[in-house]
């Protein structure tokens, strides 16, 4: 078993759990092709579906099936979608802070696990989901290689993986990020949801806020 990550670590956890207790904070996204932007993630980890891209609706409305396995689940948006709608679902994260607020909004089965981690002992899954471009936790070819083989050992015949991702080459929008794009239904996606969600604005090193508050009601 992998180590657990400290409270210092689980940045994405920090974010979405001040969010949600009221307190407004930040994504910042640093890329290695030198674009540099915060992000509204917290706010777009807890959207309503009636804020969501439209192909994340659509991808689960008309592909998720079964028992689903949510991996990389955040604070639970998808999984909760389909435990609503009486899927047997199982959110895993590496953050516990996410898992702690998943659980929180109600979701009933949610582990702190890294996809490393995810193996048959789960289970058997007719889903596995990696929306908001958790393509990305595959880290390298290599290793997604590595990992749905073992999918393949939790996975019934016929199991559907609904994956997302980002092609940051195949974009002229230097904000595009974390699921507001799909290659596959990028004709169909305007750019008035982007604004309505206010997903994404960019910013210069400077105008970032010298400090970024955080809750003092931590659970660890
Ligand atoms: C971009 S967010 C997407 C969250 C969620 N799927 C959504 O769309 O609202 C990526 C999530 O993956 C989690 N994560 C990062 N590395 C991970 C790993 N190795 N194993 C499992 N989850 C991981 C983060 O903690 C974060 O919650």
Redesign the pocket.
Known sequence: MSKRLTSEQDA??HAVWDHYHGTNAFEIIERSDGHFAISSGPSA?LAEPAFWVPHEREALERHAHGRVL??????G??ALYLQQKGLDVLG????PL?IAVAKERGLEKAEV????EVSKELGTFDTILM????FG?FANPSKARRLLRRFKTLTSPGATLIVESLNIYNTKDPDAS??TRAPTTSATFSKASTTRCARHTSVTRKSLPTSIPTSRRMPC
Do not use: E, M, W
């Open positions: 994405f956890g980890y949510d991996i990389g689940c955040n604070a948006r998808h895993v994260d590496v953050s996410s696990l890294s996809i490393d929306l908001g471009n958790n936790l974390r699921s």
